[in-house]
């Protein structure tokens, strides 16, 4: 079997009016300096989809990936901050989410479901029912699903072969 891709953060850069070429080097310059401004040692990998990459933090550091997401870089990127990759098969990713979700996210507290799936090789149904039915498992679970002012956000990135899955805390207002 293969080992899964390992990776701490999906970073999606958000297209602009600059060739695509030069916008994707422009973009991972930034991403390096930043990532340089926390003094984190690092790898940026290339994703089979085009401006897709995964971040691999080489010391793990959940808060270092949080802070990130929350910086000036998400005006040209989309962060997401990644607990655990498993491989892009539904049960499994079922499996790793109900059971992150039942560590975290206390009986009776609210969530939602952010999911982007790149490639539709592995997740052969379409992206609401596939939310639908993780909801429907972690409705058994007691936990509710709010898409409104949800407790939590339950990140799902499918990316080709690997699927990246974080559950957080939203902030309050």
């Not at 010391?59 to 892009?88: D, G, H, Q, W």
């Not at 982007?116 to 039915?133: A, M």
């Not at 072969?161 to 805390?169: A, C, P, Q």
Request: glycine fraction near 2%; aromatic fraction near 8%; charged fraction near 35%.
């Amino acid at each position: 079997m293969i080992e899964n891709e390992k990776f701490d953060l999906i970073i999606e850069i958000e297209e602009n009016e600059v060739t695509e070429e030069l916008d994707e080097y422009i973009a991972i310059d930034k991403l390096e300096d930043k990532l340089n401004d926390y003094d984190q040692r690092f790898y940026i990998k290339e994703s089979e989809f085009y401006n897709v990459f995964f971040v691999e933090l080489m010391e793990r550091n959940e808060n270092t990936a949080m802070e990130l997401a929350e910086t000036s870089l998400k005006k040209n990127f989309e962060i997401i901050p990644i607990e655990s990759v498993v491989s892009s098969q539904p049960e499994k990713i079922l499996e790793k989410i109900v059971d992150t979700s039942k560590t975290k996210i206390k009986n009776g507290e609210t969530f939602t479901i952010k999911c982007n799936i790149r490639g539709s090789k592995y997740i052969k149904t379409n992206k609401e029912l596939f939310i639908d039915s993780i909801n429907n498992e972690l409705i058994k679970t007691g936990r509710k699903p709010d898409n409104t002012n949800p407790d939590w956000t339950i990140h799902i990135q499918v990316v080709g072969e690997n699927t990246g899955i974080s559950v957080v805390k939203n902030k309050s207002l």
